[in-house]
């Protein structure tokens, strides 16, 4: 089974724009913390928050891991780092799902691979920035939004 590249690559250009500005994807193994700093017609290009190191994702690998995940599971485990981001982006695609620590595609169920925003948000001070980053967690396959910290204005006299 091959997944069409050039669908899967308008779907991951597609849902990586509707991302929030700010938002934080998180690598499955690593837990390292990256953000999708530009949009390509043949890449992605991203920044790791924990070392600034940049990387560029390549459209034609995301689909060889696809084609690995339409013969079969892919245990989280047995990703080598440079696969990480990879990972972490194509399981927002609800095409693709996380269940019992591996990747699938097409998702085991359907409620392991709904990517969701919490509802929940917490209250800020008055006068406090209530901007908030989207953080992806590998865990429960949802995108969680976390409090930014405040931003001070300048003004000027």
């Not at 001070?125 to 908030?132: D, I």
Request: with cysteine.
């Amino acid at each position: 089974m091959s997944i069409e590249q050039h669908e899967l690559w308008d779907a991951v250009k597609e849902r990586c724009a509707a991302l929030e500005p700010g938002s934080e994807l998180v690598t499955p193994l690593s837990n390292r913390p990256f953000r999708v700093r530009e949009l390509s017609t043949d890449h992605l290009r991203i920044r790791f928050d924990d070392s600034g190191e940049k990387r560029v994702l390549r459209r034609e690998q995301f689909g060889v891991l696809a084609d690995r995940l339409a013969e079969h599971r892919l245990a989280v485990s047995e990703l080598p780092p440079g696969v990480e981001p990879y990972a972490a982006v194509l399981t927002l695609l609800a095409d693709f799902g996380v269940a019992d620590d591996e990747i699938a595609y097409p998702p085991v169920s359907r409620r392991a691979a709904d990517v969701r925003i919490s509802s929940r948000r917490r209250k800020h001070a008055p006068g406090r920035n209530a901007s908030a980053t989207m953080r992806f967690c590998w865990q429960t396959c949802s995108i969680r939004r976390t409090p930014s910290p405040p931003r001070r204005s300048r003004r000027t006299r």
